[in-house]
């Protein structure tokens, strides 16, 4: 298996502009999570679905992010508008059951 | 609020010494216990993982775990420049939640 695929792995923007952040999980795991990395605040828990079903959403700083998960292979992070204090490392990550996560290799965003 | 805190380093030890790790959680409901190492630019790697109380060792590595306290933490033993990293601790109920994560330095 490929892992955890996650697309684009960099990229740069400007303020107000739409983001969209694409992961593939790997088959079986039947639940995805996305998480936010900065160095002020670390690994942050943005949203998270079982069975493609969103379950907690509370971490989603603002109304701009968005995500869906419209089947199990796939998935979306959307931020519309973006601003630079969005900039981060965005990590997808799938589990099985009550495993471990498997990690996607992050999309680095840059709002400038 | 669920919160996972971490002994904030950064931590350096000599080669070949013991590192201690540490982290405490929130949430009594929490079920499984993770270690997770990050080397720079890349992302989180798997340890070790622990649910039941006492201790487990793979290796090098023995993960601790406390569900009275609400603590969970990793030994390495024999450390080695390649272990130099940031150690994230996670904790799991329905969800897993990440601590900020201890800065390691194994000088040589």
């Known amino acids: 298996d490929a892992g955890v695929i996650q697309s684009p792995r960099h990229e740069v923007t400007e303020m107000g502009q739409e983001v969209t952040l694409r992961c593939k999980p790997i088959s079986g795991h039947n639940s995805l999570f996305w998480y936010r990395q900065t160095m002020m605040r670390g690994l942050e828990l943005l949203i998270y679905?079982?069975?493609?079903?969103?379950?907690?959403d509370s971490g989603m700083p603002e109304d701009r992010f968005s995500a869906k998960m419209p089947n199990a292979s796939f998935s979306t992070l959307k931020i519309q508008p973006s601003e630079p204090r969005d900039s981060a490392v965005y990590f997808c990550?799938?589990?099985?059951?009550?495993?471990?996560?498997?990690f996607g290799e992050g999309s680095r965003l840059t709002v400038l | 609020q669920k919160e996972v805190e971490q002994n904030s380093g950064p931590l350096s030890v000599p080669e070949g010494a013991i590192a201690s790790l540490n982290c405490t959680y929130s949430d009594r409901g929490s079920q499984s216990f993770f270690w997770y190492r990050q080397y720079s630019g890349k992302s989180p790697e798997l340890i070790m993982f622990?649910?039941?109380?006492g201790d487990k060792e793979d290796g090098r590595f023995t993960a601790q775990l406390n569900k009275a306290s609400q603590y969970v933490s990793l030994l390495i033993r024999d450390s080695q420049p390649s272990d130099s990293a940031t150690y994230l601790c996670a904790v799991a109920s329905n969800d897993m939640r990440f601590g900020a994560g201890t800065r390691l330095t194994v000088k040589p």
């Open positions: 622990i649910y039941s109380n």
């Open positions: 990550a799938g589990r099985a059951g009550d495993g471990e996560l498997f």
């Open positions: 679905f079982n069975n493609n079903v969103p379950i907690d």
